[in-house]
């Protein structure tokens, strides 16, 4: 199924042609199965047994998001366990990790925009049959909508990561869950939890998680911490 080849080197000249040739690559949402500029954003390697939590009892809404890497290191269990949330058409509800954490003041806004490290832009939606294609953030547009006023649900997601220096960490990010007109309803930060609590081994829920050849991320984050110029540079193009 993959289009770019899964060799470094392979991703390395696309990287090289793309920089140097000035190429912007499209905005994904073609049959590819990649995520963005950057390649595949499939992670690999989380540290086993970490723990961060997005603790949403001090918003407008209750409860809270835990994000738990098993001792496979493959991919990230998400459990969504929230409530609270309005009747009346406000929702279904979207969420997102977003760039930045919330300001003190707890302004949603402050948060930025979607964590998208692969840059695939938000143009195309979503396509849940293809979360390799969507944003990395864009946990509601891979897993689904909060439909209703309690919500509870786990999955894995083999593209955020709890490995910090990579560019699809999540744990220094935040929690924005959205109305349905799209208007930041409450935020939280992710924080690591501290808390007692038995990470259970990622049973694939959402089909086979494994590491495959080279992989976008580790270039990204490599791209990201020397090159913020080169990085920051190739991005501005493609805005
Ligand atoms: C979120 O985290 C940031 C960075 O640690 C901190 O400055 C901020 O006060 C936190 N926001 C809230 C609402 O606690
Ligand atoms: C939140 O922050 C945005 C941008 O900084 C600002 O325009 C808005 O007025 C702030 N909202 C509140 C309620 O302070
Ligand atoms: C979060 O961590 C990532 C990876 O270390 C880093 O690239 C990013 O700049 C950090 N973001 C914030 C808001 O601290
Ligand atoms: C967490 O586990 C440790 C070690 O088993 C134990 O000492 C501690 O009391 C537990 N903390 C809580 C809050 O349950
Ligand atoms: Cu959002």
New binding site residues.
């Given amino acids: 199924m993959q289009i770019i080849s899964t060799s470094s080197a392979a991703l390395a000249a696309l990287f090289f042609s793309t920089l140097v040739l000035g190429q912007t690559a499209p905005e994904t949402g073609k049959p590819e199965d990649t995520t963005g500029a950057r390649g595949d954003a499939k992670t690999f390697d989380n540290p086993a047994g970490a723990v961060y939590w997005a603790d949403f009892s001090k918003t407008a809404v209750s409860g809270s998001i835990k994000f738990m890497s098993s001792s496979d290191k493959d991919g990230v269990r998400v459990e969504v366990d929230l409530s609270k949330f309005p009747g009346g058409g406000v929702g279904p509800f979207g969420y997102h990790v977003h760039d930045a954490p919330v300001p003190t003041?707890g302004?949603c806004?402050?948060t930025l925009a979607h964590l998208d490290p692969f840059v695939r832009g938000q143009k195309v939606v979503c396509d849940p049959k293809r979360p390799q294609s969507c944003e990395v953030g864009d946990l509601a547009g891979k897993y689904g909508k909060i439909p209703d006023s309690s919500y509870v649900k786990s999955y894995v997601d083999p593209y955020i990561t709890l490995t910090q220096g990579v560019g699809s960490f999540i744990g220094n990010r935040s929690i924005v869950i959205h109305t349905l007109d799209t208007k930041r309803y409450a935020c939280a930060n992710i924080t690591m939890y501290s808390g007692n609590v038995t990470v259970p081994k990622n049973e694939t829920t959402n089909g086979p998680i494994k590491f495959e050849g080279s992989d976008g991320n580790r270039l990204a984050s490599t791209l990201w911490g020397c090159g913020v110029g080169v990085a920051v540079g190739l991005r501005m193009l493609m805005v």
């Fill in positions: 003041d302004n806004t402050g």
